[in-house]
Nanobody
Framework: VQLQASGGGLVQAGGSLRLSCAAS????????MGWFRQAPGKERAFVAAVNQNGSFTNYADSVKGRFTISRDNAKNTVYLEMNNLKIEDMAVYYC????????????????RGQGTLVTVSS
């Protein structure tokens, strides 16, 4: 199983980025998908999760109203649209997959991918 995150980069505060996570080696439509992030010197934190068919989403309070998680099961891909980015959003972003949960606990996700770095400048 591979979860390949992409789309990170350098953006000014107030700007937008769209992250993608392409999954392979699993039946994507069976898995809840989550996004997490880890800033320098901080623990990994929950960002957002989406259920198997995209009908239900959950967000960390810090990103509600600014970030949108979505998925395209035909493309085996989950997205994170990030708007009005703030300095505190700067982190490495990871995607993860779980059949059983949409938990904010990263350790509960069966499969976890490599991260993509988001840098926000002032």
């Amino acid at each position: 199983v591979q979860l390949q995150a992409s789309g990170g980069g350098l953006v000014q505060a107030g700007g937008s980025l769209r992250l993608s996570c392409a999954a392979s080696g699993l039946t994507f439509s069976l898995y809840n998908m989550g996004w997490f992030r880890q800033a320098p010197g901080k623990e990994r934190a929950f960002v957002a999760a989406v259920n198997q068919n995209g009908s239900f989403t959950n967000y960390a309070d810090s990103v509600k109203g600014r970030f949108t998680i979505s998925r395209d099961n035909a493309k085996n891909t989950v997205y994170l649209e990030m708007n009005n980015l703030k300095i505190e959003d700067m982190a490495v972003y990871y995607c993860a997959a779980s059949i059983t949960t949409m938990s904010p606990n990263y350790e509960r996700y069966r499969f976890r991918g490599q991260g993509t770095l988001v840098t926000v400048s002032s």
